[in-house]
Nanobody
Framework: QVKLVESGGGLVQPGGSLTLSCAAS????????MSWYRQAPGKERELVAN????????NYGDSVKGRFAISRDNAKNTVYLQMNNLKPEDTAVYYC?????????WGQGTQVTVSS
């Protein structure tokens, strides 16, 4: 079965950096685009970034452009989210997502807290 496991979250000071990882299994990872979403308390889940199957094209939410970078290693079945210059408003649970038609799969999420 499809499984997505996020890791790498934690507490970081404003201006700091974190790298999130999402290990995928149960499907042909290299055949599917991957995405990162986040959800802050009291807010709707929002797209952070996505990346095409081979990693040749990426897309970012306006609030993270220029600060976050999504990448993938198809040999390791893993997608990453490098987060730089973190701000308190980046505090959220970050989720990995794969759409393996006709289903949309989510990981359990990893908490990122940006606070001094």
């Amino acid at each position: 079965q499809v499984k997505l496991v996020e890791s790498g979250g934690g507490l970081v000071q404003p201006g700091g950096s974190l790298t999130l990882s999402c290990a995928a299994s149960g499907f042909t990872f290299s055949s599917y685009a991957m995405s990162w979403y986040r959800q802050a308390p009291g807010k709707e889940r929002e797209l952070v970034a996505n990346i095409t199957r081979a990693g040749g094209s990426t897309n970012y939410g306006d609030s993270v452009k220029g600060r976050f970078a999504i990448s993938r290693d198809n040999a390791k079945n893993t997608v990453y989210l490098q987060m730089n210059n973190l701000k308190p408003e980046d505090t959220a649970v970050y989720y990995c997502n794969a759409v393996v038609w006709p289903w949309s799969y989510w990981g359990q999420g990893t908490q990122v807290t940006v606070s001094s």
